[in-house]
């Protein structure tokens, strides 16, 4: 059975940092690409970035390229989203995904975590 478990959400202030965290289990990790989406009250979920299986490829959204960094730890099976610069338009549910696919739309992605709160204040 296959889980992804996102954590590391949380109120931060605008201009501060966040790292979120995504478990997986079930899965042969490397074989995966893994990607982090978000999804902001009242809008379509929106892709972030994403990183190859063996991490030599990285993809992001120009909405935060330069700010946000993905990467991945094949020891403890985690890819982690590293957030600096934070805005309030960055608040969201964020949630990672794997998938065969380095792609940026959802049907690249067969596995989906839970998500986790991210709220900036200004």
């Known amino acids: 059975q296959v889980q992804l478990v996102a954590s590391g959400g949380g109120l931060v202030q605008a201009g501060g940092s966040l790292r979120l965290s995504c478990a997986a289990s079930g899965l042969t990790f490397s074989n995966y690409n893994m990607g982090w989406f978000r999804r902001a009250p009242g809008k379509e979920r929106e892709f972030l970035a994403t990183?190859?299986?063996?991490?030599?490829?990285?993809y992001y959204a120009d909405s935060v390229k330069g700010r946000f960094t993905i990467s991945r730890d094949h020891a403890t099976n985690t890819v982690y989203l590293q957030m600096n610069s934070l805005k309030p338009e960055d608040t969201a549910v964020y949630s990672c995904?794997?998938?065969?696919?380095?792609?940026?739309?959802?049907?690249?992605?067969?596995?989906w975590g839970q998500g986790t709160q991210v709220t900036v204040s200004s």
């Open positions: 995904a794997a998938g065969p696919k380095l792609g940026r739309f959802d049907y690249d992605y067969t596995y």
């Open positions: 990183i190859s299986g063996r991490a030599t490829l990285t």
